[in-house]
């Protein structure tokens, strides 16, 4: 367990949750290219709750006394877990044709690989 350094904290934070942002901000530009069953079907919503827990579990983390291991786990595996959900949905063939929907994708990865090195920044810092 470490204390929290609040400048590291605060950046973290204030970096991770825009960048969450940004991908529900995709999520949504992509929602209005497609009907709603196609998709359900490929679990398109996944992107969008994994970047919701992503912003719920970081601002749990920056309002508490202590940062612990388990959360630091806690907030690398859901970026895993977001990082993976936008790369399992944006390789389906459907999404090839749409330029517009392409470049949401590629916004959305910008922003997860931004989130991914925050967060190994982030643990290095606190274990």
Not at 47 to 57: D, M
Not at 65 to 81: F, K, P, R
């Amino acid at each position: 367990m470490s204390m929290v350094d609040y400048s590291i904290i605060e950046k973290f934070v204030q970096y991770t949750l825009a960048d969450c942002e940004s991908i529900i901000s995709e999520t949504e530009n992509i929602e209005h290219y497609y009907t709603d069953e196609l998709l359900d079907d490929l679990e398109f919503v996944d992107i969008r709750n994994s970047a919701e827990q992503l912003q719920t579990l970081v601002i749990s983390m920056s309002e508490s006394e202590l940062i612990t291991n388990d959360m630091l786990t806690e907030i690398d595996d859901m970026s895993i877990e977001l990082y993976q959900n936008i790369k399992y949905i944006s390789e389906n063939e459907v999404f090839d044709s749409d330029i517009e929907v392409i470049e949401s994708f590629r916004n959305m990865f910008d922003c997860v690989n931004s989130i991914r090195g925050n967060v190994q920044h982030f643990v290095v810092e606190f274990k």
